[in-house]
Every structure is written in C-alpha cells, then in structure tokens.
C-alpha cells in the first residue's frame, strides 16, 4: 500500500484540503447530501488520504473521523469502482508494453 502514493492535484493545497474535509463532515449531516460533489471532494482528497492511510499511524477511527465517506456504502461502491478503473488502465498499459517487446522476450502470455 505504501507504494501507491498519488499526487496532490496541482489545483489543490492544504487550504484547499482541508475545505474539501470540512465540507464533506458537514455534508455527511444532511438528508439529501450532494454526492457528485462529494465524488469530486473524495477526488481531490485522494492523495492526502492515502497519505494518511499509508503512513500507518490512524486507527480506522481516526480516518472516518476525517472522511466519514469512506463508510458511506455508496461513496464505499464509487472507490472501489475508480480503483477498479485504475486497475483496468494499468493492465492496458502493462499489455501495450509486452506486446511492444519481441515475441520470445513477452513475459505475460
């Protein structure tokens, strides 16, 4: 896990950070919360999540505390389907590249 750090965004900095948190707490308070927008939050904060996350010193409480939305089932079914998507590319990509070495060198077959 440690060695999928992502970058922040460039549009993003601490400030911005943390108003995406401190929007997304309040939002977890609402009837009717306005999940694109909190697709587009979970977004933004993917780095500083996993930063968080990685660095192996949260508890699970502490990280809910942050981002309520993890343990949202919808929000929960929207990460694994963008991990799923990343996951999808990287094997694209991993499939161009040996397709791309002679045939005798390929390594996935």
């Known amino acids: 896990m440690a060695?999928?750090?992502p970058s922040r965004p460039c549009s993003e900095d601490d400030v911005s950070i943390d108003a995406h948190i401190s929007w997304m707490q309040q939002e977890t308070?609402?009837?009717k919360p306005c999940h694109e927008?909190?697709?587009?939050?979970m977004t933004a904060t993917l780095a500083d999540r996993r930063h968080l996350i990685t660095k192996g010193t949260a508890t699970v409480k502490e990280?809910?505390?942050v981002y309520p939305?993890?343990?949202d089932e919808e929000e929960v079914y929207f990460q694994l389907l963008?991990?799923?998507i990343i996951l999808k590319?990287?094997?694209?990509?991993m499939v161009c590249i040996n397709e791309s070495i002679?045939?005798?060198?390929?390594?996935?077959?």
């Open 82 to 84: 963008f991990l799923y």
């Open 29 to 31: 308070k609402k009837r």
């Open 102 to 109: 002679p045939s005798e060198q390929n390594y996935i077959k």
């Open 63 to 65: 990280i809910g505390d």
């Open 3 to 5: 060695n999928y750090k």
């Open 89 to 93: 590319v990287i094997c694209e990509v």
């Open 37 to 41: 927008r909190v697709n587009l939050a």
């Open 69 to 71: 939305w993890l343990f």
